[in-house]
């Protein structure tokens, strides 16, 4: 598989152009190739059915209360499982979660490559560096639109299904509604997938990068959160980073009040949460290409 991508980049014609258009099929091609991506990609939607409509459903049709443990009652509990809410629902987990496995898979898209010895090849024999960086990020960009409009046809059939089986109503959201869904997990997705990538650069390999990934995701930007509680002169920064963006942007689409899913805020507003999602993609696409074309000469 590694070379095979290697050739198809190796063969990529001089042109930026050209060299980016080739080298995007070829790294297209590894990623489809390759079983850890899809491991990864598979084990997000079982885990998003798995919160956003298996627990619920379960908890819906086995409780003997009116109301849920978080509060909600059963009825919005139902609400929440029919096709009209599943912009807001299938984006609670990508805050936290599917940003995590996000993460992971830009680090090993990035970092497996030192690994493997093909950035070597690719930066000494193929097209351009900034055409060669450049395919992997496109690469990863075309993956999560993929991934979450896969996500939300899935989430929408699942729906469908439940709300034929309780009588409910299968209205779909609205044409605007579902734009919004749509934007808003790529650009949750997206913001972490560059991310894991930048790391996979800096690490030049893919084990540390997905052990320092996840732990910024996972325990440091909770832990700076609770410390600015305590300490509010941070408060200003732990506002602004990379996780409370992606859980002010989930936070946005909500409707229902109740027990917040983990990593879902409303610090941020929905205009300020994109803003600073697609500054920090912005951000950290460019370190990628600009490191890996600057430093890694061999």
Known sequence: MTDLMTRAR???PASDWAGLVASTRAELLRLRKWPAFWIVLGTWILLNLTFAYLFNY????????TRMSDGQPKAVLLQQMLPAAVPEVYTQ??????GALMLVLGALAVGSGYGWGTWKTVLTQGPSRSAAVGAVVLSLALTVVALVVTAFVVDTGVAAVIAATQGQ????????RILLGIVSGTAILGMWTLAGGLVGAIARGPALAVGLGLVWVLVVENLLRGVAEVFSPIKAITDHLPGTAAGSLAGSLRTVSGEATPGVLHILSRGESLLWLAGYAILFAAGTVWL?????MA
């Open 10 to 12: 190796a063969a990529a």
């Open 58 to 65: 379960l908890a819906y049709t086995t409780g003997s209360s």
């Open 93 to 98: 987990g990508m805050a936290m979660f599917g």
């Open 169 to 176: 109503s299968l209205a779909l959201p609205s044409a605007g």
């Open 292 to 296: 890996i074309h600057r430093r890694d």
